[in-house]
């Protein structure tokens, strides 16, 4: 019994077998042969050959990673120095905010203006996120997130103040607050507080986060989230005393500003092959 049994099961796992000793090898050599056949008429059909060929797939491959995984961007402004200089090429994580995840709180992001800060796209850094209170500045001259001060000073332009303009805004859910490092040559959310949508951009109209330098060679590097926000508590999980000199969360889905002088700073003019906007 043992014996049938392991027969019918070596039966079952080699079919092909039953068509005899010829027949199996046979149609896996047709298989193979047509495989070939397809690649000979592809080649044959382009100029170059399989050296085209491959050229085309490669290409085919880029395309597909530029679309749905991570798009290189030119840097045409100093408006992220000293972080990101004129002439970098940026990677562009794509997926990085695809699965639930949010733009957080100093990542650098590359978004589409378009409708709020101009028709072209924009490399900047998360300062507030939906819900936040920011406020510029405290008596030592930071801005305030959520009632706690930053210290930008590893990533701020050296000799550049955290803002000469200041405000009190409340970022509403679903969009952000976005800054320049080099607070003195940056057109950012400050500019644009009498603007529609107040200057801040919807979460919808980033295009990813900026994860890598890839060019020049010399200057690869990845860029990172500074530690600068990692003590800002959430919206609304903080009290604050007006009498103390500081200001209470303001309780509605707006912006609230107050600007003793705006202007535009600068206007990058956008780049060959996926340029932006410092």
Known sequence: MDTEAQSMERDRSCRPCDAGPDEAPDAQGRQGRSRSSLRARLTGRLPGGRITLAAL???????????????????????????????????????????????????????????????????????????????????EGRIEVNGRPVDEST????????????????????????????????????????????????VGNVVGRADWIAWPPGRWTRITRPDAYARVPEAGAYARVPEAGAYARVPVAGVHARVDAVGARDGGVPAADGGVHG
């Open 155 to 202: 990533f701020l332009h050296p000799g550049d103040r955290p803002s000469a303009v200041p405000f009190d805004v409340v970022v509403p859910e679903g969009t952000l607050f976005l800054l320049g490092d080099h607070r003195d040559d940056s057109s950012d959310s400050r500019d644009h507080l009498g603007s529609p949508g107040g200057g801040m951009i919807p």
């Open 57 to 139: 797939l490669c290409l085919a491959l880029l395309l597909l990673l530029n679309t749905f995984v991570a798009q290189p961007f030119q840097i045409p402004s100093g408006s992220m120095e000293p972080g990101l200089r004129i002439g970098d090429r940026v990677l562009v994580n794509k997926l990085a905010y695809r699965f639930g995840a949010g733009p957080r709180r100093g990542d650098v992001v590359v978004f589409d203006g378009t409708g709020y800060f101009g028709d072209s796209d924009y490399v900047k850094r998360v300062v507030g996120v939906g819900g936040d209170h920011v406020v510029c500045c405290d008596k």
